[in-house]
């Protein structure tokens, strides 16, 4: 009798994490804690390290201690004596040649064995030149048997045409087989959830497809505001913060077609077709396929929330919208004539990550409709967050002595099926990028066709001189989005 495989867990190779942006908050909430889990859970070699680099003066003890809290990256094992930090300006080649010398020390030291793994936490206005610095001094050239590679954060680029700018700096640079677009959302193992689901599950994938889905909602909701970041949200807002990446990246994993092979490179083509299988909305359709809207005061007398533009750093006379919602179309095979309802927004009234399928009635009810009073069409919901899970939710009959239907519901629940530690998305992706594994970061074509779609309802909305619609913060959004999805008479899940 054959024996079970054991599945082995994976580790980095020798390598040295070198962070750009260093002193900032992305590096301190996020990247420090994912690399610290990853040495306490033995998923780094002895030999690795860590170089941080910003233009804040700092020494490496420093660097270690302050950006954890006072948690000693020293402690771990893993990066004892192998913590650095360089002090400079992006633009100075000083910092790059200073920065060189460190990883050649490293690589003696430690046995890093040059490979090396750069990781842009600045703000999108310092990608150039740090590319541009590396270049310059010849680290984005690995040596025969190592690697040298660059990790990039959002935003990537304002538009398409700026996104192709970024590429043609970062291409002659790195290959793009070196190239690793990260959106931390795709790190999360409930978002990878939607590939089991989907592909290792033979009773779904029958009802995936036009045959029996209805529609499509996908909601990316925040309870909070923009906080301190309004400077960086009058130049985003909703579509670009929220929808040109995380809406449309969701999106494209719970629709594309099964792929030949769970590899890199088979899982992202799928994603790109279906993203180009997605219909423009003309100019003249976009009124009716998106709404754009934006949070004024709201809440209770207890608790009233400020309006966006109340907010640090917002223009009083801002047309930046906080909340979009979209009807796309797929035009496909799986997917034609069925609407993808799309929205996100902050200050609602929930916080919450999901996609749900909401399946055709049945095409003949021979139970009287004074009985199915409280019976609502069937569903598939997968909970991103919180509360992670799944949920089906069918017809079932009342107990009692009538003969009664409503709705109910089978729940999946993350936490009361598995002991395992859910890994913080960083942290996943930083083992990803190590290793070598871009199955979870965006390629080069998968951001031409994510701008592709966000583009012109951007564009018409730049160009629409019109009062942008507002909500009360708390709400659900603004009313032109019920009536977006209300046309034909189906509506929202805001009982979530």
């Known amino acids: 009798m054959d024996q079970p495989q054991l599945i082995q867990e994976r580790s980095a190779p020798p390598a040295t994490l ?25 998923r780094l ?38 913590v650095r930090y360089v002090s400079g300006g992006y633009d100075d080649p000083d910092t790059y040649k200073r920065l060189a010398e460190t990883l050649d020390e490293l690589d003696a030291q430690r046995g890093t064995a040059g490979n090396r793994l750069f990781y842009l936490s600045t703000p999108a206005n310092a990608f150039e030149p740090v590319i541009c610095g590396l270049a310059d001094a010849g680290l984005n050239q690995a040596r025969e048997g190592s690697f040298s590679r660059l990790v990039i954060e959002k935003p990537y680029g304002r538009d398409l045409a700026t996104a192709r700018e970024l590429d043609g700096v970062v291409h002659a640079a790195f290959d793009e087989s070196s190239v690793f677009r990260i959106d931390h959302y795709l790190g999360k193992d409930t978002v990878q ?39 960086f949200y009058e130049s985003a807002g909703a579509m670009r913060d929220i929808v040109q990446n995380h809406v449309l990246q969701v999106l494209a994993l719970a629709l594309m077609e099964p792929p030949a092979s769970f590899e890199s490179e088979g899982l992202r083509n799928e994603k790109v077709k279906l993203l180009q299988a997605i219909r423009l909305p003309t100019d003249r359709d976009i009124a009716d396929a998106a709404v754009r809207g934006q949070y004024t005061r709201g809440g209770t007398r207890e608790e009233l929330m400020a309006g966006y533009r109340e907010e640090v750093g917002v223009d009083p006379l801002s047309r930046t919208e906080t909340y979009a919602a979209l009807r796309l179309n797929v035009d496909n095979w799986r997917w034609a004539g069925v609407p993808f ?24 009810l021979p139970i009287p409709t004074s009985q199915l009073t409280e019976l609502d069409a069937d569903a598939l919901v997968l909970r991103i967050q919180p509360n992670e899970g799944i949920s089906l939710r069918f017809g079932a009959k009342v107990p009692g002595h009538s003969f009664r239907v409503r709705t109910a519901s089978m729940d ?85």
């Open 341 to 364: 309802y799309v929205r996100t927004g902050k200050r609602l009234p929930a916080r919450v990550t999901e996609v749900a399928l909401q399946f055709q009635r049945p095409p003949h």
């Open 193 to 231: 959830n939607v590939l089991a689901l989907r592909f290792a599950n033979s009773i779904f994938q029958p009802i995936w497809d036009r045959s029996w889905v209805d529609h499509v909602q996908i909601t990316v909701a925040e309870t909070l505001g923009v906080g301190t970041r309004g400077g």
């Open 45 to 82: 070699p002895d030999q690795f390290a860590l170089v941080g680099v910003a233009r804040t003066p700092m020494s490496d003890d420093q660097f270690a201690d302050s950006a954890l809290g006072g948690r000693s990256l020293s402690e771990k094992r893993q990066l004892a004596g192998g």
């Open 18 to 42: 070198v962070i750009f942006g260093a002193s900032g908050d992305l590096t301190r909430r996020k990247l420090l804690p994912a690399v610290e889990s990853l040495a306490r859970h033995n």
């Open 412 to 496: 999946f629940s993350y936490d009361q099926t598995f002991v395992e530690e859910s890994p913080e998305a960083y942290e996943r992706l930083l083992l990803d990028a190590l290793v070598g594994d871009a199955s979870l970061f965006i390629r080069s074509d998968e951001v031409e066709q994510s701008w592709r779609v966000v583009d012109p309802i951007i564009e018409h909305w730049t160009n629409d001189r019109s009062p942008i619609p507002t909500y009360e913060a708390a709400s659900w959004g603004p009313s032109d989005a019920d009536r977006l999805i209300g046309r034909n008479g189906r509506k929202w899940r805001n009982s979530i």
